[in-house]
């Protein structure tokens, strides 16, 4: 985490406004509202905007499987150091089929043993976007070799996204919701 506590608080409940309590409403009927929405109502406009594209990338009209995309997303939040989307996507990998080792994987990246060679174009890709925000021409054809054209955009998207969502968090301060344990590897940044 990069900061300790928040720059921008989150907007508590009893301060909501009808337009904000309207964006909300479908994430209070499956539950809490996590605290990077609470602190995103802040701009409602924005928050929309937000909430539709985000709805994309974590739909199945992204053509990457749930698996993949949950590669890409998490190891664009390490990349970021990004300790809050790194913490809500953990387990949602887990339900999209990663492993724990897996997941410890993502870390250490594309050459890490043990990683199949889709897996592999997929996070050299990611690598590629968060470092160049270009991906190169060797691994794109690598890509390729594993993904359709269509898929391939998805990871851009994806990857684009999460950047972008990591920005947020770490800019913002969005400190992690309740119950939750920062990893250590993402401790102090």
Same mark, same amino acid.
């Given at each position: ?8 608080? $989150? ?32 701009? $409602? ?45 953990? $387990? ?27 897996d592999a174009a997929l996070i ?9 925000? @270009? ?36 800019? @913002?301060g969005v400190q992690l919701d ?5 990893? $250590? ?5």
């Amino acid at each position: 985490m990069r900061l300790t506590k928040p720059r921008i608080a $989150p907007v508590a409940e009893g301060d909501w406004t009808d337009e904000q309590r309207e964006l909300v409403a479908p994430m209070a009927d499956r539950g809490a509202i996590l605290n990077i929405f609470r602190t995103f109502l802040n701009k $409602p406009a924005a928050m929309k905007g937000f909430l539709g594209w985000g709805s994309y990338i974590l739909s199945k009209k992204n053509s990457l499987p749930a698996r993949e995309r949950e590669i890409v997303i998490l190891r664009i939040g390490y990349l970021c150091k990004a300790g809050y989307e790194w913490t809500q996507h953990v $387990p949602i990998g887990q339900r999209a089929g990663l492993t724990d080792a897996e997941i410890a994987r993502i870390k250490a990246g594309a050459d890490a043993p043990g990683w199949s060679a889709a897996d592999a174009a997929l996070i050299r890709a990611t690598d590629d976007l968060h470092h160049q925000q @270009f991906v190169t021409e060797p691994s794109w054809a690598d890509l390729l070799k594993h993904f359709d054209q269509g898929q391939a955009m998805d990871l851009v998207f994806t990857a684009g996204q999460y950047t972008q969502v990591s920005m947020l968090l770490n800019s @913002f301060g969005v400190q992690l919701d309740e119950g939750q344990t920062l990893d $250590p590897d993402l401790k102090g940044f």
